[in-house]
């Protein structure tokens, strides 16, 4: 099974400027500047990784990175798979890599680590000693927590949890840390508050990219995502204890904040509004309990991992689909026969198109294959299109071919409403969302030659591969 190149984010980083590109930009001000650049960048092909430094109000070396894996070879690269490979050829590596996982790695615990250069505490926590971006002119305030890690314990059975929660700065020791309510966080959280106990938390802000992977994926109850890590790199993750917490720490890590969440009837802030995931400011500004920080942790020169959501000709979305893609299709696999690929387009948002390509072998196939896709992950895949074997699920052009001349909207086009919805849904009517009736439809296309008389289909065009294979070999192509 092969290993990402690199130990920390500062090997990563290097290991990009090697065989990627890194932007590095002086004089940016964390006010909306930052922001604005990163989100012009993702209109850009090929956009760089960025770097700032020297930035409005803020000494050198205090700096935040963007773009960090926005493309799809620096997914590859943070994964360790081929990074010249296709998106679909990535999707199919990932998924090797991930058949390979026979069992956890858990973490070790060092003595010290690089996160401990820097300890602060009493007086001298203040979350604005780092340039904390207020990264879109809507946003509710300035989000140190975009890119990063929230470590919890379950107080039943001891596993650490580590999810990508977003975190809000208000005052020099004061955040707040939103989870969905369905994410495993929300679940350990609730179960310190029916304690009535504050809820122990380290909020890492900036961590090796395979590491952040991992706190994103869908890892089973009960497995800490250390240990997946651990797997995904060959070799378990060094942790050091919090100073404040006692939670495992990575001992790498840029800069992290410890201390406790309040219980419900505490003292709260108004979190909110933040650039959602679909491209809009649909979710609701409410308040939320307080993140009390106790201590800070960091590294000299620290770097602050900035993930914002935009909305880009070539905005990747972190490379959630190639993720998302390969859990799908292993689900798929489990459940129906003929699937050849599975796409999430990052182009629809996260989870709101998935594509999936089959090889049709008896009536019926392609509309099974949808309605199981359409239960297959925890978005809100409001769309769920079924291809033939000969389109690329990856190539948005090709699967456009397919719904162009494909498929019959009179009949290849089903709808299912009152399916699981989120607050977050901009579709979501003010109507429903004041009667908390969180629900939405999907359509399943079957964009797929009719099965009974595909044979007779008019035949394709294009070359066949092994003529076009021979033609790139003879001149080069």
Same mark, same amino acid.
């Given at each position: 099974?092969?290993?990402? /190149?690199?130990?920390?984010?500062?090997?990563?980083?290097?290991?990009?400027?090697?065989?990627?590109?890194?932007?590095?930009?002086?004089?940016?001000?964390?006010?909306?500047?930052?922001?604005?650049?990163?989100?012009?960048?993702?209109?850009?092909?090929?956009?760089?990784?960025?770097?700032?430094?020297?930035?409005?109000?803020?000494?050198?070396?205090?700096?935040?990175?963007?773009?960090?894996?926005?493309?799809?070879?620096?997914?590859?690269?943070?994964? #360790?798979?081929?990074?010249?490979?296709?998106?679909?050829?990535?999707?199919? +590596?990932?998924?090797?890599?991930?058949?390979?996982?026979?069992? *956890?790695?858990?973490?070790?615990?060092? @003595?010290?680590?690089? !996160?401990?250069?820097?300890?602060?505490?009493?007086?001298?926590?203040?979350?604005?000693?780092?340039?904390? *971006?207020?990264? $879109?002119?809507?946003?509710?305030?300035?989000?140190? #927590?975009?890119?990063?890690?929230?470590?919890?314990?379950?107080?039943?059975?001891?596993?650490?949890?580590?999810?990508?929660?977003?975190?809000?700065?208000? =005052?020099?020791?004061?955040?707040? !840390?939103?989870?969905?309510?369905?994410? $495993?966080?929300?679940?350990?959280?609730?179960?310190?508050?029916?304690? /009535?106990?504050?809820? *122990?938390?380290?909020?890492?802000?900036?961590?090796?990219?395979?590491?952040?992977?991992?706190?994103?994926?869908?890892?089973?109850? %009960?497995?800490?995502?250390? /240990?997946?890590?651990?797997?995904?790199?060959?070799?378990?993750?060094?942790?050091?204890?919090?100073?404040?917490? #006692?939670?495992?720490?990575?001992?790498?890590?840029?800069?992290?904040?410890?201390?406790?969440?309040?219980?419900? %009837?505490?003292?709260?802030?108004?979190?909110?509004?933040?650039?959602?995931?679909? %491209?809009?400011?649909?979710?609701?500004?409410?308040?939320?309990?307080?993140?009390?920080?106790?201590?800070?942790?960091?590294?000299?020169?620290?770097?602050?991992? /900035?993930?914002?959501?935009?909305?880009?000709?070539?905005?990747?979305?972190?490379?959630?689909?190639?993720?998302?893609?390969?859990?799908?299709? =292993?689900?798929? =696999?489990?459940?129906?026969?003929? !699937?050849?690929?599975?796409?999430?387009?990052?182009?629809?948002?996260? #989870?709101?198109?998935?594509?999936?390509?089959?090889?049709?072998?008896?009536?019926?196939?392609?509309?099974?294959?949808?309605?199981?896709? @359409?239960? &297959?992950?925890?978005?809100?895949?409001?769309?769920?299109?079924?291809?033939?074997? =000969?389109?690329?699920?990856?190539?948005?052009?090709?699967?456009?071919?397919?719904?162009?001349?494909?498929?019959?909207?009179?009949? &290849?086009?089903?709808?299912?409403?009152?399916?699981?919805?989120?607050?977050?849904?901009?579709?979501?009517?003010?109507?429903?969302? +004041?009667?908390?009736?969180?629900?939405?439809?999907?359509?399943?296309?079957?964009?797929?030659?009719?099965?009974?008389?595909?044979?007779?289909?008019?035949?394709?065009?294009?070359?066949?591969?092994?003529?076009?294979?021979?033609?790139?070999?003879?001149?080069?192509?």
């Amino acid at each position: 099974m092969s290993t990402a /190149g690199f130990n920390d984010l500062r090997e990563y980083l290097e290991l990009v400027k090697q065989v990627d590109r890194c932007q590095a930009y002086e004089g940016a001000d964390w006010d909306l500047e930052i922001g604005a650049i990163t989100e012009l960048q993702c209109m850009v092909p090929d956009n760089p990784l960025l770097m700032f430094d020297r930035i409005k109000g803020y000494a050198p070396g205090y700096r935040v990175i963007s773009n960090v894996v926005n493309t799809p070879r620096r997914v590859a690269l943070a994964l #360790g798979l081929p990074h010249e490979a296709s998106k679909i050829e990535m999707v199919r +590596a990932l998924r090797k890599k991930l058949s390979g996982i026979t069992a *956890p790695i858990a973490p070790v615990e060092v @003595s010290t680590g690089p !996160v401990m250069e820097n300890v602060l505490t009493g007086k001298d926590v203040d979350i604005f000693k780092f340039p904390v *971006p207020k990264w $879109h002119e809507l946003d509710g305030g300035r989000y140190i #927590g975009t890119g990063g890690m929230v470590i919890l314990r379950d107080p039943d059975d001891g596993c650490v949890n580590l999810g990508c929660y977003r975190v809000q700065a208000f =005052d020099r020791n004061v955040a707040t !840390v939103h989870i969905v309510d369905r994410r $495993h966080g929300a679940l350990i959280r609730r179960k310190y508050w029916e304690r /009535g106990l504050r809820v *122990p938390v380290a909020v890492v802000c900036g961590q090796d990219p395979l590491l952040w992977y991992a706190s994103t994926m869908a890892v089973p109850w %009960g497995t800490s995502e250390y /240990g997946y890590a651990g797997a995904l790199r060959n070799r378990p993750i060094e942790t050091v204890k919090g100073i404040t917490t #006692g939670l495992p720490i990575p001992a790498t890590a840029e800069i992290v904040l410890e201390g406790e969440i309040v219980l419900p %009837g505490g003292k709260t802030r108004i979190e909110g509004p933040m650039g959602e995931w679909a %491209g809009y400011f649909a979710g609701d500004a409410l308040p939320e309990p307080i993140f009390e920080v106790k201590s800070i942790m960091h590294r000299n020169n620290p770097i602050l991992f /900035g993930a914002p959501i935009n909305v880009g000709a070539h905005e990747f979305y972190n490379g959630a689909c190639i993720i998302g893609s390969a859990l799908v299709w =292993d689900r798929l =696999d489990n459940q129906v026969p003929g !699937v050849q690929g599975v796409w999430i387009s990052s182009e629809a948002r996260s #989870g709101i198109m998935i594509i999936v390509s089959i090889k049709q072998m008896y009536p019926g196939h392609a509309m099974q294959v949808a309605i199981a896709a @359409s239960s &297959a992950n925890d978005r809100l895949n409001r769309w769920v299109i079924v291809v033939d074997e =000969d389109i690329d699920p990856s190539n948005i052009g090709e699967v456009l071919w397919a719904l162009g001349t494909r498929c019959d909207p009179a009949t &290849a086009i089903n709808v299912i409403d009152g399916c699981w919805g989120m607050r977050s849904d901009p579709l979501l009517s003010p109507e429903k969302r +004041a009667r908390g009736e969180i629900t939405a439809s999907k359509a399943l296309v079957c964009a797929c030659k009719p099965y009974h008389w595909k044979d007779e289909f008019p035949p394709s065009l294009r070359s066949s591969p092994e003529l076009l294979q021979r033609v790139r070999e003879k001149f080069k192509l």
